[in-house]
């Protein structure tokens, strides 16, 4: 897909590093597959990916984490 970012970059498949913050807790998933575009950079994760990255933000933050990064791990 062309990159919407900048207009000029195809994307390609790859991983990425996702940074989720909130009330003071952060949590860092580390190889999360994503759409790299190949001429900025930017990054495109797919609505399943996100979905699985919020819930587990979401059960580490109900297990009272502050700083946590991980490795991402599909389902």
Do not use: W
């Not at 190949?38 to 984490?65: M, P, R, S």
Request: net charge negative; charged share 15%.
């Amino acid at each position: 897909m062309k990159c919407t970012i900048c207009k000029h970059g195809q994307t390609a498949p790859g991983t990425t590093t996702v940074t989720l913050s909130r009330d003071g807790i952060t949590i860092v998933f580390n190889s999360v597959p994503a759409q790299i575009c190949d001429n900025c950079g930017e990054d495109y994760i797919d609505e399943a990916t996100t979905a699985h990255l919020l819930k587990q933000a979401q059960t580490a933050a109900a297990a009272g984490v502050q700083v946590d990064v991980r490795k991402y791990a599909a389902a």
